[in-house]
Nanobody, 125 residues
Framework: QVRLVESGGGSVQAGGSLRLDCTFS?????????MAWFRQAPGKEREGVAA???????NYGDSVKGRFTISRDNTKNALFLEMNSLKPEDTAMYYC??????????????????WGQGTQVTVSS
């Protein structure tokens, strides 16, 4: 069974940076998985942040373009999210997600089967 574990969240001031890590286990074919980051703030809908297809295709939500970078290391079964120029509106629980099959729209969470438990990111003004 695929398991995802996020880490790296925390509290930073606006303008700061954080890197989120997601470790993947339970399947040797990590490189074949569609991987993505989602976030959800209290009272708001889940939002697609960034998605990656084997380091060949990346897609970003409009609110994070130019500030966030998704990447993966297939040798370590790990997914990363580098977040720069953080804003208070980036405050949310961030989740790592994985799908073995094409998820439809790559930033639609409904297409992902496996989810981590989340890591909290808080940005203060």
């Amino acid at each position: 069974q695929v398991r995802l574990v996020e880490s790296g969240g925390g509290s930073v001031q606006a303008g700061g940076s954080l890197r989120l890590d997601c470790t993947f286990s339970g399947d040797t074919r990590f490189s074949e998985y569609y991987m993505a980051w989602f976030r959800q703030a209290p009272g708001k809908e889940r939002e697609g942040v960034a998605a990656d297809v084997d380091n060949h295709i990346q897609n970003y939500g409009d609110s994070v373009k130019g500030r966030f970078t998704i990447s993966r290391d297939n040798t370590k079964n790990a997914l990363f999210l580098e977040m720069n120029s953080l804003k208070p509106e980036d405050t949310a629980m961030y989740y790592c997600a994985a799908s073995r099959s094409p998820p439809g729209w790559i930033l639609n969470g409904d297409g992902y089967k496996y989810w981590g438990q989340g890591t909290q990111v808080t940005v203060s003004s």
